[in-house]
C-alpha cells in the first residue's frame, strides 16, 4: 500500500476508533488531550507498520 494512502488511511481510521469525531475541514473545537491522543496513535500505528515491514 502506498504510504500516502496508509497515512490518509489511518488519519480516518484512528479517531473513530478512539471515539474522536473529526469534521471535514476545521477541528478547533477538539481538546487538546483528544488531537493529542489521535497523533499518538498515529504516530504509534505507523511506527507498527514500518517496523513489520523490515
Request: proline content about 2%; some cysteine; charged content about 30%.
Amino acid at each position: 500500500m502506498d504510504f500516502k494512502i496508509k497515512l490518509s488511511f489511518c488519519g480516518e481510521y484512528t479517531p473513530r476508533e478512539m471515539g474522536v469525531n473529526l469534521k471535514q475541514g476545521y477541528n478547533g473545537d477538539l481538546t487538546s488531550r483528544e488531537a493529542g491522543s489521535v497523533g499518538g496513535q498515529m504516530v504509534k500505528k505507523m511506527i507498527e507498520s514500518y517496523e513489520k515491514n523490515l
